[in-house]
């Protein structure tokens, strides 16, 4: 499931989006808003009014630049490694249900760890994964990884053979 696979950066940009909608209607506030004297009994100024959506938009867009900016660095590394990380077989050590939710329904993270040429032991996850996809892993099953062979410990999941059959460069 791609949706899942990229979760962060679809979180992260419709929270972005959200938050700049916000920030835009609080400019409309401050720009169209009709200057309301303060002295008047009962009015609200529009730095009042314009409030709400000025802090919903900072905080929205802030949360949701973080999360997509760490979604499209995790993509990119992950097609550096399809492109020149060296494939090796992991061992599944856990398999996990994470704390996202989409659609009421929980994502799940297959964990496992990989040895380097220099016989480091190493660890990653899956990344989201649908329950069923990830419940079809067992723990100690053998899978397949690629990591960078300059930096042994930044890798990504291919999970069975079918997927691992991508050629390194």
Do not use: K
């Given at each position: 499931m791609?949706?899942?696979r990229?979760?962060d950066i679809?979180?992260g940009?419709i929270?972005?989006?959200?938050g700049t909608a916000?920030?835009?209607?609080?400019?409309a506030?401050?720009?169209?808003?009709?200057r309301i004297?303060?002295?008047?009994?009962g009015?609200r100024n529009?730095?009042?009014?314009?409030?709400?959506?000025?802090?919903c938009?900072?905080v929205f867009?802030?949360?949701?630049?973080?999360f997509?900016g760490y979604g499209i660095?995790?993509y990119?590394?992950e097609q550096?490694?399809?492109a020149?990380g060296?494939?090796e077989?992991?061992?599944?050590v856990d398999?996990?249900?994470?704390?996202?939710r989409?659609?009421?329904q929980?994502?799940w993270?297959?964990r496992?760890?990989?040895?380097?040429?220099?016989?480091?032991?190493?660890e990653?996850?899956?990344?989201y994964l649908d329950r069923?996809?990830?419940?079809?892993y067992r723990?100690g099953?053998?899978?397949y990884?690629?990591?960078?062979?300059?930096?042994p410990?930044?890798?990504i999941?291919?999970?069975r053979?079918d997927?691992?059959?991508i050629?390194?460069?």
């Open positions: 791609e949706f899942t990229h979760f679809w979180f940009g929270f972005f989006l959200i916000a920030l835009g209607v609080a400019v506030l401050f720009v169209f808003w009709p004297r303060a002295d008047r009994p009015r529009r730095w009042t009014v314009m409030a709400a959506p000025l802090i938009g900072l867009t802030l949360v949701g630049g973080g997509m660095q995790q990119q590394v550096r490694l399809l020149s060296v494939t077989w992991a061992t599944v398999i996990e249900r994470t704390g996202t989409v659609n009421g929980y994502l993270q297959v496992y760890e990989y040895r380097d040429p220099f016989g480091r032991i190493h990653g996850s899956s990344g069923r996809e990830a419940q079809s723990i099953e053998t899978v990884v690629r990591y960078d062979p300059a930096a410990a930044t890798s999941w291919l999970g053979q997927r691992a059959a050629p390194a460069g």
